[in-house]
């Protein structure tokens, strides 16, 4: 079956630098990725997304990338705030019929901020 | 903007006791889905459900069930808690606009069962 994974559970960056939070997909024929970032105590909340069409796509100060040939994603936040620290998760939308949209989540990068 | 209500942040209830945990969206959308939440384990779907009355197993679907009976409103219930159901849980509803798949999470309900 499909399944995501991330290559760090955690990651530590100095405040002001870039982070990089990587993940892995094992489905070839995916088409569509999403990031989620969930702060303490509160649901998971949609950073951006990206289709299979697209290598990289821009929001607000984050940026993700897509590597189709060697099946990974990446997010990069730029200029690292502490209101960035929280669990990062890709998720990959899950292929074939009657899935209703269905999301499926990688375990998760908590993202450290030092001042 | 979209919310997503759940009924309760923390609950505690005994082993053998039914358990219901309801998520209500005021978005009128059809979709809308059951997650629990573990360390290490990221986010595992357990139900969800097309619209009113129709409803689809996910990942993990044992030990629990579901209950669609209008649409704003997608229950899940745990016929007889067990200790290993202590965990997050989040309910989600999904908006499909311009290509997007996002879905759109409440705040969780963490359930501790002694």
């Known amino acids: 079956g499909e399944s995501v994974g991330l290559h760090l559970p955690t990651l530590s960056v100095q405040e002001g630098d870039n982070s990089i939070i990587n993940c892995a997909y094992s489905n070839s024929a995916s088409d569509y990725f999403i990031w989620y970032k969930q702060e303490s105590g509160k649901g998971p909340q949609f950073i951006i997304d990206i289709r299979s069409n697209m290598d990289k796509r821009q929001g607000q100060r984050v940026t993700v990338l897509l590597n189709k040939t060697v099946k990974h994603l990446s997010l990069q936040i730029a200029a690292t705030q502490p209101g960035d620290s929280a669990v990062y998760f890709c998720a990959e939308k899950a292929r074939g019929y009657n899935q209703g949209g269905k999301l499926i989540f990688g375990q998760g990068t908590e993202l450290s901020v030092k001042p | 903007d979209v919310k997503v209500t759940q009924s309760s942040r923390y609950l505690v209830k005994r082993t053998g006791e039914k358990v219901f945990l309801e998520c209500v969206q005021d978005?009128?959308?059809?979709?809308m889905f059951w997650y629990r939440q573990d360390p290490g384990l990221g986010l595992r779907l357990i139900y969800f459900?097309?619209?009113?009355?129709?409803?689809e197993k996910g990942d993990i679907p044992e030990g629990y069930s579901v209950s669609r009976e209008k649409k704003e409103r997608f229950s899940l219930i745990l016929e007889s808690a067990s200790t290993n159901q202590t965990s997050m849980y989040l309910c989600?509803?999904?908006?499909?606009?311009?290509?997007?798949?996002?879905?759109?999470f409440g705040p969780g309900t963490r359930l501790t069962v002694t």
């Open positions: 989600a509803t999904r908006v499909f606009t311009g290509g997007s798949y996002e879905q759109y």
């Open positions: 459900s097309y619209d009113v009355k129709m409803k």
């Open positions: 978005m009128d959308h059809e979709n």
